[in-house]
């Protein structure tokens, strides 16, 4: 019997599904005294590619029907790659249609919630470590607004953004669709990529320049408009590879000019997309780059590209100025966030 006041033991099912990668994780619930939050704790976790899955239901039935029996579910919740109404949605950059009430009776769990994976992931920055995370701009320490309101920008196959008003003590994840924003060209050069990107999209989002696809589409248009010379070994690799690891990992390493400055050009598109979104969520708090991409490209991020793009922005370049911006190391942050979020659904 649990403790008067805390919640029961059980057992949790949470996932973190993105538009490459899913990661799902088996989670035990302790019981904990009042005053003490009991923390799910990892059982078992396995990583699936996404597009070799129809949607999260036949994924999550191989998961939970493997050599691994488990027992009765008592909650499930699951960060996804879209908005969520009504516990519904469908993806835009994964060809999946997710209904969480159907999904939960399909599998015996009684309460299963779908939320936006950058509410996942805000619930699992709160659990994090110094060790998790990269410092680009330290901020003000001695703001006394540091404690406020945060934002979450995460770069992947798509482009994530969330609010984190401070409330009650913490921080609320609040879900948004920024991604789809106007991408904004701030000189001559990205106002060229604009115009090379309304020819082939017609709309422009920000998600067509900051994301994996997007730093493809940045290196096509200085390999097609601009005429920057292409190798034959990077042509190769990639007709057979994901283009947006190709290229960075050719920037990084040197060995194709067009690749660096294609990353150049994406380093200060998401610099300049991370201090709009913190200009918007007045986050004297923190701005927190999560996703795949930011950890892969540390070294770019803290050559001072994307933070020249964060402070440019003229009369506030002071106020960002004592912004901490930091990087989510921890590859499974949004997993354990949705893994708290189930463990919320007990007690709610």
Known sequence: MSPAGGPPSALLLAGDAGGTKTNVGLFHLDSAGPAQPAEPKLLRSEQYASAEFPGLGPLLTG?????????AIAAACFGVPGPV???????????WEIDGAALGRELGIPALA????LVATAAGVSLLDAS???????????NPKAAGNRVLIAAGTGLGMALLPAMDGGHRAVASEGGHMDYAPRDDEEIALLRTLRGRFGHVSVERVVS??????VYLHLRDRLGS???PEIAARLAGEDPGQVIAEAALSGA??????????FAAAYGAAAANLALLGTATGGVYLGGGIAPKILGKLRDGVFLQAFLDKGRFRSYLEAVPVRVVLNE?????GAARLAADRLTA
């Not at 994996?212 to 589409?217: F, M, S």
């Open 63 to 71: 998961f939970l029907g493997g050599e691994h029996g488990v027992g």
């Open 85 to 95: 109404v009504e516990n519904y949605t469908r993806t835009p950059n994964l060809a």
């Open 114 to 117: 779908l939320v936006n994976d």
């Open 132 to 142: 998790d995370l990269a410092v680009l701009q330290p901020g003000d320490p001695g």
């Open 212 to 217: 994996g696809p997007g730093l493809h589409n």
């Open 229 to 231: 010379r292409e190798t």
């Open 256 to 265: 194709s000019p067009l690749c660096a400055r294609a990353l150049d050009l």
């Open 332 to 336: 499974r942050a949004a997993l354990f």
